[in-house]
Structure formats: C-alpha cells, structure tokens
C-alpha cells in the first residue's frame, strides 16, 4: 500500500489506517456492532480478534493505527500485538486521543460508556496512561472530540500541557467532532505555541453524507497538518448493514456506482474519501477481517467525476447527519 508522509510531522502513513474504536470495548455504536461480536466479549477473545484483525491489516500493508483512552483495551491490544510480532517503534505510526475516560466497565449495557472531561489534569493523567502502555510507539496524541463551546482549545493549561508532549517528540493533534467541525479546525489553525502552530494533524469526519468540513481539511492540508479522515461510512451507514427504510435510495445509488466500477459500497465510499486531494489516510473502523478485506477495496475502486456527480445528492445538511448519529444506539 501507498505510503505518505502525514503533512509536515515527519511520519508516514498508509492511506488506509486502522482504527480501534470498535475493536478495544465489547459496546460500540456502529449499526451492527454486537453480530460482529457474537463468537465473543471475553477480554481474551476480543483481544483475539483485535490482533486477527491487527494481523491482516498488518499483511496488507496498514502503517497507520488510531486508538483512545475510551477505547475501553484498545492501546493495550494494540501494545501486545507489536511487542508480540516485534514491530519497531519506527515501523508503525500510531495515533491516541485523551479527553473521554471509559467507563462502562466492559458492559454493553452501560448507562455511561465514556465520560468526557478536555481538563489538563486529565490531558496529565491519561498522556501518562497512553505513554506507559505504548511507549516509544505513541507518535501522535490528539485531543479526543474537541469543539469551540468546550473552551479546550482557548485553554493556557491544556496548551501548555500539550507542548510539553511536544518538546518530548509526540506530535499534537485534535478530533474535531460535530456539525460545527470546520470552525472548531479553523481556530485550532490558529492556536500557537511560543509562536508555532500548536497543532500537528487534525482527525474529522468526512462522508459521502457529510462532507462540509472538506474546505476547512484542505486549509489544514495547505497548513501543513496531517489530515487523517473517520467515520468515512458514517458509523456502518454507508454499508450493506444499513437497512433503515429512509436509507434505500441512498444505498441503491451507492450500489448503482458500486456496480459501474466493479467495487462495494464500502470500498466505494472509501475511495472517495481518498480521492480527496488533502486527505493523507482515511481510517477502516472494521471489527472483523473481512470487513477490513473489503474496505481496501477501496485501493481499487477507482473513483470517478461520474461517480462524484451521481452522489452529490446524497448530501445531508450537517444538523441532520449529527443528529442522526446521536440516535445511533450502543449495541
Ligand atoms: N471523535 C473521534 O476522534 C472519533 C470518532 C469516531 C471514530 N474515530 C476513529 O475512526 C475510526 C473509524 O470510525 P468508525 O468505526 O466510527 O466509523 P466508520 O468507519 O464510518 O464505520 C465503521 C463500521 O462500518 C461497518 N462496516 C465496515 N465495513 C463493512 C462491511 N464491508 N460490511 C458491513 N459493515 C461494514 C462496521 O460496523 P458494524 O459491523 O458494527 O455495522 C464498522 O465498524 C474508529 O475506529 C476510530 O479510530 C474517532
């Protein structure tokens, strides 16, 4: 797989990574979470099909892997599995996040999965977390989901906490999170530290549903950041999964294209994302292996203008997809 380097970091990264989100933690909220965990939640077995997964990534040619202090073991699956197949520090670049603590307490049934709190203190104590469980592998640590009403990015505390982490060699990145994605990316532009830009890569969600913070990516892409995309399938939305009655002309748009160029819609709605001129690498949030094998399809879809003009249509106004997504039920 193509590798590139992350905007102005010095690290490079496969254009499709892995994320952790659905792999670390039995309770997730993509569409069909729990029938991608029915042969087990132990945390033996999930830290089992986390490495199968890891492993096939791994085979395929997957440098990138994004984890979270709230992905219930996520860093620490991750950690076993490159110590267990001796993956150097510089061989993989991975990415965390602090800011939500995981609470669940490896319940799906939780009434409070994670709990989010952008203080400082809390940057101290899970930067100290993240760091003893990964080590020399932790390469960029990104505030988790952050926005303008949160203040944490007008915070002196968390900045000087930040560049802390900086001047010890981990880059600093943000989540962006929301309808207002955009204008939360916009001013983290902004942000300096003893006259630098704070921040060294930015993770957004972009879709074929939700695309509006494309402008703003591309400022951060012109800036220097690394741009690193989520939520390309709009959390299992923009898969065969989605049978909600509203999602039908979508979906049978998407299979039409699919169709025409011989891919899935997966791989199809991947492939968009990277053929977006400022993304760097898009993330597979696949919680199983064949999963993973069709979303890199999307290496091969060959996305096209035909294909970007027939699914403009599909667009949402921002509001209504975020809303969407807060209804999406922990399963
Ligand atoms: N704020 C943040 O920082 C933030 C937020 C969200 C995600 N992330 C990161 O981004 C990564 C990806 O995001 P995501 O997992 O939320 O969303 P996503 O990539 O939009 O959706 C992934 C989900 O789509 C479904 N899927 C994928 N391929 C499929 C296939 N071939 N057939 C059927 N279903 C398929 C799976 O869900 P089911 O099988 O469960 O249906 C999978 O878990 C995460 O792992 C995490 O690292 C970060």
Same mark, same amino acid.
């Given at each position: 797989m193509?590798?590139?380097?992350?905007?102005?970091?010095?690290?490079?990264?496969?254009?499709?990574?892995?994320?952790?989100?659905?792999? =670390?933690r039995?309770?997730?909220?993509?569409l069909?979470?729990?029938?991608?965990?029915?042969?087990? %939640?132990? %945390? &033996?077995?999930?830290?089992?099909?986390?490495?199968? %997964?890891?492993?096939?990534a791994?085979?395929?040619?997957?440098?990138?892997?994004?984890?979270?202090?709230?992905?219930?073991?996520?860093?620490?699956?991750? *950690?076993?599995?490159?110590?267990?197949?001796?993956?150097?520090?510089?061989a993989?670049?991975?990415?965390?996040?602090?800011?939500?603590?995981?609470?669940?307490?490896?319940? !799906?049934?939780?009434?409070?999965?994670?709990?989010?709190?952008?203080?400082a203190?809390?940057?101290?104590?899970?930067?100290?977390?993240?760091r003893?469980?990964?080590?020399?592998?932790?390469?960029?640590?990104?505030?988790?989901?952050?926005?303008?009403?949160?203040?944490?990015?007008?915070? @002196?505390?968390?900045?000087?906490?930040? /560049?802390?982490?900086?001047? &010890?060699? !981990?880059?600093?990145?943000?989540?962006v999170?929301?309808?207002?994605?955009?204008?939360?990316?916009?001013?983290a532009?902004? !942000?300096?530290? &003893?006259?630098?830009?704070?921040?060294?890569?930015?993770? *957004?969600?972009?879709?074929?549903?939700?695309?509006?913070a494309?402008?703003?990516? =591309?400022?951060a892409?012109? /800036?220097?950041?690394?741009? %690193?995309?989520?939520? $390309?399938?709009?959390?299992?939305?923009?898969? &065969?999964?989605?049978?909600? @009655?509203?999602?039908?002309?979508?979906?049978?748009?998407?299979?039409?294209?699919a169709?025409?160029?011989g891919?899935t819609?997966?791989?199809?709605?991947?492939? *968009?994302?990277?053929?977006? @001129?400022?993304?760097?690498?898009?993330?597979?949030?696949a $919680?199983?292996?064949?999963?993973l094998?069709?979303?890199?399809?999307?290496?091969?879809?060959?996305?096209?203008?035909?294909?970007a003009?027939?699914?403009?249509g599909? !667009?949402? $106004?921002?509001?209504?997809?975020?809303?969407?997504?807060?209804?999406?039920?922990?399963?």
């Amino acid at each position: 797989m193509q590798q590139v380097s992350l905007g102005n970091t010095g690290l490079m990264v496969s254009r499709i990574g892995l994320g952790l989100a659905a792999l =670390g933690r039995p309770g997730y909220m993509n569409l069909g979470h729990a029938r991608d965990m029915a042969d087990g %939640v132990s %945390v &033996e077995a999930m830290e089992a099909r986390a490495h199968r %997964v890891l492993d096939a990534a791994w085979t395929r040619g997957v440098r990138y892997f994004d984890a979270a202090r709230s992905y219930g073991r996520a860093e620490e699956f991750l *950690a076993s599995w490159l110590r267990s197949r001796g993956i150097a520090a510089e061989a993989a670049t991975v990415g965390s996040k602090w800011g939500y603590t995981y609470t669940a307490g490896w319940r !799906v049934d939780a009434e409070v999965h994670e709990v989010k709190d952008l203080s400082a203190a809390v940057l101290a104590r899970q930067a100290a977390e993240s760091r003893s469980i990964l080590g020399a592998h932790l390469d960029l640590y990104q505030i988790h989901s952050a926005t303008l009403e949160s203040g944490v990015l007008a915070d @002196p505390a968390v900045a000087a906490g930040l /560049a802390e982490l900086k001047n &010890e060699g !981990v880059r600093i990145g943000l989540s962006v999170t929301g309808p207002a994605q955009a204008e939360t990316l916009r001013r983290a532009l902004e !942000v300096e530290w &003893e006259g630098s830009p704070l921040f060294d890569a930015v993770q *957004a969600t972009w879709n074929l549903l939700e695309p509006s913070a494309g402008a703003a990516l =591309g400022a951060a892409h012109a /800036a220097g950041m690394g741009v %690193v995309v989520k939520e $390309a399938l709009a959390n299992g939305r923009l898969t &065969e999964r989605n049978q909600a @009655p509203e999602a039908r002309r979508t979906l049978s748009a998407l299979r039409g294209e699919a169709g025409r160029l011989g891919t899935t819609v997966d791989a199809l709605a991947l492939a *968009a994302v990277l053929a977006q @001129p400022w993304a760097h690498v898009v993330l597979s949030g696949a $919680a199983a292996e064949r999963q993973l094998a069709a979303n890199l399809g999307a290496l091969e879809a060959g996305w096209d203008d035909d294909a970007a003009d027939r699914l403009r249509g599909m !667009v949402e $106004a921002p509001e209504a997809y975020w809303a969407q997504r807060g209804r999406l039920r922990w399963n």
